[in-house]
T-cell receptor, first 111, second 115 residues
Framework: EAGVAQSPRYKIIEKRQSVAFWCNPISGHATLYWYQQILGQGPKLLIQFQNNGVVDDSQLPKDRFSAERLKGVDSTLKIQPAKLEDSAVYLCASGRGDEQFFGPGTRLTVL | AQKITQTQPGMFVQEKEAVTLDCTYD???????LFWYKQPSSGEMIFLIYQGSYDEQNATEGRYSLNFQKARKSANLVISASQLGDSAMYFCAMREGSGFQKLVFGTGTRLLVSP
């Protein structure tokens, strides 16, 4: 069974630029999560999808972050415009029942 | 208030010895789940073990076991016979409620296994 795929693995941008991350979950997993992990901290949920509907986006900075999950499969997370404090690893996870499986993450550096 | 507390920023253990990583949690839900993940330097989060709040037996997965003490709200991870490849960050996480709820993570413990 293929795991959660994410791209790109690394991204360096300047502040005020835009960036987008892509996630392809494990086949058949209805739930998809985006987490932000700042250096030295545990991951924090940004947004959770159930199929293509949003379940929880309470911690998503909606003035600059957006996410979509078209057709209940792939998902894209966008930051526009980026700030220095957005430097982090962005982890995508997909779930079935009690399990959540994580992708390799995208390491974003904002200069 | 912190929902997941990991009080050990770093732990050292010698190869082949056992080590316990501490985790305490705070919830008023009756139904919840507790997870441990390993995060090597490469960055991916690797699922290790899961304990449901209604599970009466402590969870075990190979060399990993979860010491679940419900009354004390603790869910410590025990790694037996440590290996050099166990050196990594370890995160405790909790899911409140059932099903597809988000995970709330602790700040992690860095484990270093020495030869």
């Amino acid at each position: 069974e293929a795991g959660v795929a994410q791209s790109p693995r690394y991204k360096i941008i300047e502040k005020r630029q835009s960036v987008a991350f892509w996630c392809n979950p494990i086949s058949g997993h209805a739930t998809l999560y985006w987490y932000q992990q700042i250096l030295g901290q545990g991951p924090k949920l940004l947004i959770q999808f159930q199929n293509n509907g949003v379940v929880d986006d309470s911690q998503l900075p909606k003035d600059r972050f957006s996410a979509e999950r078209l057709k209940g499969v792939d998902s894209t997370l966008k930051i526009q415009p980026a700030k220095l404090e957005d430097s982090a690893v962005y982890l995508c996870a997909s779930g079935r029942g009690d399990e959540q499986f994580f992708g390799p993450g995208t390491r974003l550096t904002v200069l | 208030a912190q929902k997941i507390t990991q009080t050990q920023p770093g732990m050292f253990v010698q190869e082949k010895e056992a080590v316990t990583l501490d985790c305490t949690y705070d919830t008023s839900d009756q139904s919840y789940g507790l997870f441990w993940y390993k995060q090597p330097s490469s960055g991916e989060m690797i699922f290790l073990i899961y304990q449901g709040s209604y599970d009466e037996q402590n969870a075990t997965e190979g060399r990993y076991s979860l010491n679940f003490q419900k009354a004390r709200k603790s869910a410590n991870l025990v790694i037996s016979a440590s290996q050099l490849g166990d050196s990594a960050m370890y995160f405790c996480a909790m899911r409140e409620g059932s099903g597809f709820q988000k995970l709330v993570f602790g700040t992690g413990t860095r484990l270093l296994v020495s030869p």
